[in-house]
């Protein structure tokens, strides 16, 4: 006995139209409806005025990405993340990384394009990942993801690191700009030796802000005071304590932290500003530094995406990198210092910072 059918069944989901159903319809050619649509060719404009009119009564859109595939693009961006984390610190780190991931997907989202995340632990993957461009944001000049990148013509995207014009474009995320600043501060309220409080190897945004407070130090004929974190962040006050030592009377805290910082001097007795002056670097929840009164400089790495993408896809649409000689000019990131309570002087007394 034949099953009876329920009327009730929901109907079968309709294809979506494609370039040969308007073509049939209109009575024309695919190549015709292809001119219409791209507003090109030598069409009588009857006709591609009547193309048109079948393409919107059959609700038509063009498939962007297979015409990027035919383009030899896949509408996609590598992401080279980091390894799981294996401690507190590395820990803070895969955080900040994932908002720049997000902040990636969004920016590239805006624009149309997917993310396809790459470890860095498997470099080799990018040989086969099927990708337009590459940031990577950690990268270093030894990196083998660059040297894959370049071999396989891939734009490749960095943070603080200078890419000729022929590899690709790279990020100037602040943080030279906002360590300096941070140290002339102190010097600024009276600091005679500013110590330094930073994360151990591995970091690769450490490299840049040792580097700057070396050389300010260097300038200044001002003997280097440099305590490194421990991975589980468990002695800051035993941190500032070691700088105290060592003669520091104001500390950067490049390595964050502004908010427990201030509790735990407070808790320890130590006044501040009057027996240490303190400046924090800040990625991120500025605004709890903000409401204890430290006194911070904020950089967006989550930033980099927005500002980067329309120039990211202009290269992409153009098929290629710049072939001129020499470094790529930067996309520059914002920063600014946030005046508080842990600092004598205040932004105002350096006329080159930001204000926020």
């Not at 079968?12 to 090109?40: E, H, I, Y």
């Not at 910082?261 to 924090?280: N, W, Y």
Request: aromatic residues 4%; proline residues 8%; glycine residues 6%.
């Amino acid at each position: 006995m034949p099953r009876h059918r329920d009327d009730a069944s929901p109907p079968v989901a309709r294809l979506r139209p494609t370039l040969k159903d308007v073509a049939a319809a209109a009575g024309v050619s695919t190549a015709a409806v292809s001119q219409a649509l791209n507003d090109r060719g030598a069409l009588r404009p009857e006709t591609r005025r009547r193309i048109l009119e079948v393409a919107a009564t059959l609700g038509y859109t063009p498939d962007r990405y297979a015409a990027a595939l035919r383009r030899g693009r896949t509408m996609s961006i590598g992401y080279v993340a980091s390894a799981p984390p294996a401690s507190e610190r590395e820990a803070a780190q895969a955080q900040y990384a994932m908002r720049q991931l997000t902040a990636l997907c969004e920016a590239a989202a805006a624009h149309g394009f997917t993310v396809t995340v790459l470890p860095t632990s498997h470099p080799e993957l990018l040989r086969s990942a099927r990708v337009d461009a590459v940031y990577a944001p950690d990268a270093r000049e030894s990196d083998a993801v660059m040297s894959l990148a370049a071999a396989a013509h891939i734009p490749l995207i960095t943070n603080d690191l200078p890419l000729p014009r022929s590899v690709g474009l790279w990020i100037r995320t602040g943080y030279e700009e906002a360590t300096r600043a941070a140290l002339d501060l102190l010097a600024a309220g009276g600091a005679a030796r500013v110590g330094l409080l930073t994360e151990g190897p591995g970091v690769r945004r450490r490299e840049i802000g040792e580097a700057v407070y070396r050389t300010w130090c260097a300038q200044r004929r001002q003997d280097t005071a440099i305590v490194y974190l421990e991975p589980d962040r468990r002695e800051l006050a035993g941190s500032v304590r070691e700088l105290l030592r060592q003669g520091a009377d104001a500390v950067f805290s490049y390595a964050q932290e502004g908010p427990t910082l201030f509790v735990e001097l407070s808790e320890l007795g130590i006044v501040l500003p009057r027996d240490l002056q303190l400046v924090a670097l800040c990625l991120h929840d500025c605004d709890i530094n903000a409401r204890l009164g430290v006194t911070h400089v904020c950089v967006h790495p989550e930033a980099a995406p927005r500002l980067l993408l329309p120039q990211l896809v202009t290269t992409i649409e153009s098929n290629a990198v710049d072939d001129e000689e020499g470094t790529a000019p930067p996309v520059v990131l914002p920063w600014s210092i946030v005046g508080g309570s842990t600092t004598l002087a205040t932004p105002a007394a350096l006329p080159y910072a930001k204000a926020p």
